[in-house]
């Protein structure tokens, strides 16, 4: 009988051959290089763009000295310690400004963003001053140049107010509203060609045979390219056949800035996707020291980037979260605003083997006393997409971690700005 060497698996705890997350990532950050073509919008159309270039102030803001509450419009000169009268000439509203001017020992009436007459310097908020008739008279002790907002304190002429990258949020909308600008350049979105593989996949409203499953990676690939604002490409299930997946990727290589599949990338005898990326383009690696996740492919067709990631539906949005994700948000254009990680102690017994990182699901909380905690899903296997439905954070796991104990502090990455 011929001599037998196992080869290494997905369930060895190491493996030679697979890099770690970090040379993963290293890997995959040589080969990218934004999008250079754009496009301009009108404001309204351009939430969720990226800017191509950058958004200069044309005027300051506030565009004139104004008040910041309703009062009294008085020189500072004028001011006394405890107690005094001065003389009511006009009011001043916002939009309104008074037309006159004011001499030593009068004052005007302001409302919030009047603009300040140039002959005053301060405002006394209304609850402290009682009028009568053409007087009033102040109370209290008040300070030079209070409740006076300035002009250009917010914003100067020429200022850079959205650096290029930025993807426009509402609040941005509105900045660039408040500056008269009504039309932006911005980069075209990254067009992104998706597909599953497994002849055992069946789309929502075919029926099911023995044997075969429906396909949740194409929707949650959807929803999680669509949140990147990507314009995607779903071309549903190809089978396990060479011709038809060959056919698929070179398709969604000539359409696409980055291809995306999900299963085939494992050894099996029906996993053909490394096998035809190296027919087509580059392989640059295809297994990750982590779990869940370890079989992921990562090359170019052509000029497209691809990610062959594994078949498993937590596998598939993991390796999505940390991997390619990040990827896209640079080729997009998008600024790189890395997630902040936080130190917690775990409220469970967290179960792992030293030799790759692990990406557990968690659920952040806080305890009785306010103390913000974690504790894991459950049961952690990549086939368990509901764990990823109920966590909402990431428990980090280096490759050296044996085991966690109950009341140890971890490393979370929360789900929020991730998913």
Known sequence: MAEFTPQPSCADPQDQQSLSVDEARSQIEQLLSPISSWQKLALRDALGHILHAPVISPLQVPP???????????????????????????????????????????????????????????VIMQEHVAVDGDQITVHGQHQAGQ????????????????????????????????????????????????????DELRSIGEPLAAGQIYDSNRYTLYGMLKRLDAEVLDMGVVPDEKAALKNALAQAAAEADVVIT??????????????????????????????????LAFGKIDDALFFGLPGNPVSVMVTFYQFVQPALKKMAGEN????PLMQVETDSRIRKRPGRFEFQRGILFEDGSGQLKVQTTGQQGSGILRSMSVANCFILLDEDCDGIEPGTIVTVQPFAGLV
Request: charged share 20%; net charge neutral.
């Open 262 to 295: 999900s299963g085939g990338v494992s050894v099996g005898d029906a996993d053909y996707v490394k096998e035809m990326l190296a027919e087509l383009g580059q392989v640059n690696f295809w297994k990750i020291a982590m779990k869940p996740g370890r079989p």
């Open 64 to 122: 004139h000295n104004n008040s910041a509450m309703d009062g009294y419009a008085i020189h500072s000169r004028d001011m006394a310690a405890e107690r005094y009268t001065l003389k009511l000439v006009g009011t001043a509203f916002a939009g309104q400004p008074y037309q006159g001017s004011i001499s030593q020992g009068e004052c005007i009436r302001i409302m919030t963003g009047a603009m300040m007459p140039p002959e005053c310097d301060t």
């Open 147 to 198: 409740n006076v907002r300035m002009a250009g304190e917010d914003i100067e002429q020429g200022q850079t107010v959205l650096p290029a990258g930025q993807r426009i949020t509402p609040a941005d909308m509105g900045l660039i509203a408040s500056l008269g600008i009504g039309e932006l350049r911005v980069r075209r979105k990254l067009r992104v060609a998706f597909f599953s593989t497994g």
């Open 336 to 339: 790189d605003h890395p997630l």
